[in-house]
């Protein structure tokens, strides 16, 4: 298994890609099932968010082996940005379609949360679980 | 099995599956007339906030076209996971099995349909005497 992997986010077949190949890194990590399922499904999250709302992108996951271990993701996209992040991290906000919870939701399943944003140039959220 | 339809969902499904699902399934629920609908999630492995809308979506549907839908064998790590992600599905029913949410769908036609609670309507007679025979001693008493 390589440590650092990019995979493209065109469709939702691709969601369903990155989520096979986050479960494997959380695996061969030795996250626990629960852990592994709070982290499949923060990665379906922000998938879904970058395909449906960024316009498609990438994801780069990457193995963090420092004093402790890690399993980093950080979704990009060139899309239309966030103009208020804040409101975008409420339980329940969306412009879309889906039911407001990708953004926080995924913040809650995670350790780590961090997000950019620029309206016009596009958005990226990293996100990471320590075992 | 009749008035009930059971769908067992066996695969990782991409979003457009998960609609095609939804569209089938109330497509379906007219087709037989189906009373009730078993959705069996044990293979799941994750049930994301998408998932999660198609299953409260198919729900809605199902109850107005008259049918109970009840949602079977949901793992414990995706239990705990949704309700960390902020999702309590609203309006789904759930059962720990297949076999429990039989039961809970025959326990919820049993008490609507007609020619089905024979056997309920016979107790309830029963009952009605018994009330009534004890009315009569009390009044006997009194």
Redesign the interface.
């Known amino acids: 298994m390589p440590d650092r992997e990019v995979l493209l986010l065109r469709d939702?077949?691709d969601?369903?890609l990155v989520?096979?190949k986050a479960?494997a890194f959380a695996v061969q990590l030795g996250f626990s099932?629960?852990e592994?399922?709070?982290i499949?499904?923060a990665v379906?999250?922000l998938a879904?968010n970058t395909v449906d709302y960024g316009g498609g992108g990438s994801v780069t996951l990457e193995v963090l082996m420092s004093s402790r271990i890690g399993l980093r993701f950080v979704f990009e996209d060139q899309g239309p940005g966030i103009v208020d992040i804040n409101l975008a991290l409420q339980?329940g906000y969306t412009t879309g379609k889906?039911?407001g919870?990708?953004l926080?939701?995924a913040k809650?399943?995670m350790h780590d949360f961090d997000i950019a944003s620029e309206p016009g140039k596009g958005t990226r959220v990293e996100i990471t679980r320590w075992r | 099995m009749g008035q009930f339809l059971l769908v067992t969902i066996q695969v990782d499904m991409h979003d457009r599956l998960a609609l095609t699902l939804q569209d089938d399934l109330t497509d379906r629920i007219v087709k037989t007339e189906a009373k009730g609908v078993l959705i069996d999630i044990s293979a799941l492995e994750i049930v994301d906030s998408f998932i999660g809308r198609i299953l409260s979506n198919i729900a809605t549907m199902s109850r107005i076209l008259d049918a109970e839908t009840v949602v079977v064998g949901m793992q414990p790590a995706v239990a705990i996971t949704l309700v960390e992600l902020g999702l309590s599905l609203p309006g789904v029913r759930t059962a720990l099995n297949i076999e429990r949410g039989m039961a809970l769908l025959q326990a919820s036609l049993g008490r609507s349909a007609p020619g089905q609670s024979v056997e309920g309507q016979s107790v309830e007679g029963q009952a009605s005497r018994g009330q009534s025979a004890g009315e009569k001693g009390n009044h006997a008493r009194s």
Do not use: H, N
């Open positions: 939702s077949a969601i369903v989520r096979q479960r099932l629960v592994q399922t709070k499949v499904t379906s999250e879904r339980d889906g039911l919870l990708g926080s939701g809650r399943l």
